[in-house]
């Protein structure tokens, strides 16, 4: 049996030049354990052997996601898509005929009650350090597709604060503030005519680490790791059910020395008078998702481009420009075989009148092209019906983290164990347009489990809508029909409670 003894402890950090060394209040006498090894919940943590899981519960994503309590996997599309499925990235839906397609995505996910965002129960920390605007979260993104290839890049950016915390240079109370950002670089490929979509990335963790009262610091010390993703979709075309699966392997955050990050003796990392984890993880994660869409509005429709449905006549008028080709060169032989002082300027003659009329089809062409974008964005927006009831339901899950604690834990440097078991969380979702052309409402549910012993898991209630506005170009960045909307979530829990926003396009 590992012996364990009992001390009373303080912590104090060293003097530093530097503002970034900090130190914790003193601690109460507590059980510790040998050096290098992590002790039971409650103990201090006096070593750097154990890691940070930073495995989230609740639903983080844009309005859309958020509204459906996360139950997206099977209906991912575009960068609010990107965070579920990464075969989002190439899913082409018909509201776009040309070869090309871009989205663009900004949403702001705000815990207005976050006293336990974690759901680790609250048995860690001064709970006045603890306030309802601790973190936030910022998810912008773009997209960009052509015909069925798409590539984009997603940023999930988190940021916390802790008040309270002293530094010892200039015995000021200032904020201690991490940032975990994560970036999601994915390509995709929609097989089958788009009925099969396959995408995988690569995920970039960055933790950073300073204190300032400042938003903006050095670092204390950061952190940084890589890892994989990969997922799928199939949407058989004109069918009322789609499937999806996502896996996201195991990313491990390695130490990169910076500021006051030095090994102790015993081979610790210590930044004043933390000790700080030799890796920081994000679990392998999951999720298999189905929907199913009732009403009369058409499911699963295949993407059609401007091309592909003025094909016949395009054909047409390239038939017509080469034989009007041969025609030239036939003209041009023939003046050319009459010969005279005045050649050159009859074959320039000939020249000029056949450039007309291959500009005559050019227009046609592009012509042709507008009329069958206008007529496939009118029969989308306008043609088809609007009503429609949309089932989703997922199941995700959430690995094991060996001799992990919580992001909380690590703030105050207390031992709660996190991640000793493998979680799931079973997600469903409605969505309707109850004002057609005008309003869509969401609402969901979904189990939250908790990654901690002393916790239990709690029930979930979404809500979210989508109000359409007005038509803008952007001055002519946009096309002349694009319509904007806002979309709002909420998200409501025992203890805690987000407000999601986003701007986007209305489809």
């Known amino acids: 049996m590992r012996a364990i003894r009992v001390r009373c402890k303080a912590r104090r950090s060293k003097a530093s030049a530097r503002a970034g060394s900090f130190t914790l209040l003193a601690l109460a006498c507590v059980p510790a354990t040998a050096v290098g090894q992590l002790g039971p919940d409650g103990s201090p943590i006096t070593t750097s052997n154990y890691s940070v899981d930073l495995t989230r519960g609740v639903v983080i994503s844009t309005s859309r996601v958020v509204g459906l309590s996360g139950a997206a996997t099977s209906l991912a599309q575009g960068v609010e898509g990107g965070l579920q499925n990464p075969a989002a990235v190439a899913y082409r839906g018909p509201q776009w005929p040309d070869w090309y397609d871009y989205w663009l995505a900004f949403g702001v996910t705000y815990p207005f009650e976050s006293g336990d965002f974690y759901n680790s129960g609250q048995v860690v920390g001064e709970p006045e350090n603890i306030s309802d605007d601790t973190s936030f979260f910022l998810i912008p993104g773009v997209y960009w597709q052509m015909w069925n290839l798409g590539i984009g890049l997603t940023i999930d950016a988190q940021f916390i604060k802790l008040e309270g915390v002293r530094d010892p240079a200039t015995?000021?109370?200032?904020?201690?503030?991490?940032?975990?950002?994560?970036?999601?670089?994915?390509?995709?490929?929609?097989?089958?005519?788009?009925?099969?979509?396959?995408?995988?990335?690569?995920?970039?963790?960055?933790?950073?680490?300073?204190?300032?009262?400042?938003?903006?610091?050095?670092?204390?010390?950061?952190?940084?790791?890589?890892?994989?993703?990969?997922g799928v979709m199939f949407r058989p075309h004109h069918k009322r059910w789609s499937l999806g699966a996502s896996l996201f392997p195991e990313i491990s955050t390695g130490i990169r020395a910076r500021g006051n990050v030095t090994p102790n003796p015993d081979g610790?990392?210590?930044?004043?008078?933390?000790?700080?984890?030799?890796?920081?993880?994000?679990?392998?994660?999951?999720?298999?998702?189905?929907?199913?869409?009732?009403?009369?509005?058409?499911?699963?429709?295949?993407?059609?481009?401007?091309?592909?449905?003025?094909?016949?006549?395009?054909?047409?008028?390239?038939?017509?420009?080469?034989?009007?080709?041969?025609?030239?060169?036939?003209?041009?032989?023939?003046?050319?075989?009459?010969?005279?002082?005045?050649?050159?300027?009859?074959?320039?003659?000939?020249?000029?009148?056949?450039?007309?009329?291959?500009?005559?089809?050019?227009?046609?062409?592009?012509?042709?092209?507008?009329?069958?974008?206008?007529?496939?964005?009118?029969?989308?927006?306008?043609?088809?019906?609007?009503?429609?009831?949309?089932?989703?339901?997922?199941?995700?899950?959430?690995?094991?983290?060996?001799?992990?604690?919580?992001?909380?834990?690590?703030?105050?440097?207390?031992?709660?164990?996190?991640?000793?078991?493998?979680?799931?969380?079973?997600?469903?979702?409605?969505?309707?347009?109850?004002?057609?052309?005008?309003?869509?409402?969401?609402?969901?549910?979904?189990?939250?489990?908790?990654?901690?012993?002393?916790?239990?898991?709690?029930?979930?209630?979404?809500?979210?809508?989508?109000?359409?506005?007005?038509?803008?170009?952007?001055?002519?960045?946009?096309?002349?029909?694009?319509?904007?909307?806002?979309?709002?979530?909420?998200?409501?829990?025992?203890?805690y409670g987000s407000f999601s926003f986003g701007i986007g396009g209305w489809y």
């Not at 300073?210 to 990969?230: K, N, P």
């Open 171 to 230: 015995m000021q109370q200032e904020t201690l503030r991490l940032r975990f950002t994560t970036f999601h670089i994915q390509a995709g490929y929609g097989f089958l005519e788009g009925q099969l979509i396959i995408g995988a990335g690569l995920r970039i963790l960055r933790q950073r680490t300073f204190l300032s009262s400042r938003a903006i610091s050095d670092d204390l010390y950061q952190t940084l790791g890589l890892g994989a993703e990969v």
């Open 268 to 495: 610790d990392i210590v930044v004043g008078g933390y000790y700080v984890p030799r890796a920081t993880r994000i679990p392998t994660t999951g999720s298999a998702g189905f929907s199913y869409q009732f009403g009369p509005r058409p499911t699963n429709p295949p993407w059609i481009s401007a091309e592909m449905l003025a094909e016949e006549e395009l054909d047409r008028l390239k038939r017509k420009k080469r034989a009007q080709e041969e025609e030239e060169k036939d003209e041009i032989a023939e003046v050319q075989a009459r010969g005279g002082p005045d050649v050159e300027v009859c074959v320039q003659a000939v020249k000029q009148k056949y450039a007309r009329k291959y500009a005559k089809i050019k227009q046609t062409r592009k012509e042709m092209k507008k009329l069958a974008w206008d007529m496939l964005r009118k029969q989308y927006r306008w043609g088809w019906p609007r009503r429609y009831y949309l089932l989703t339901a997922d199941l995700w899950f959430n690995g094991r983290v060996d001799g992990g604690v919580g992001v909380e834990s690590f703030l105050f440097q207390t031992v709660q164990r996190s991640g000793e078991k493998v979680t799931v969380s079973p997600r469903l979702g409605f969505e309707t347009e109850v004002w057609p052309t005008r309003m869509k409402l969401r609402a969901g549910t979904y189990l939250e489990p908790t990654r901690f012993a002393a916790s239990t898991p709690r029930a979930h209630g979404t809500f979210g809508f989508d109000i359409s506005l007005f038509k803008w170009n952007v001055f002519g960045l946009w096309p002349d029909d694009y319509r904007w909307q806002i979309s709002v979530a909420l998200d409501l829990a025992r203890a």
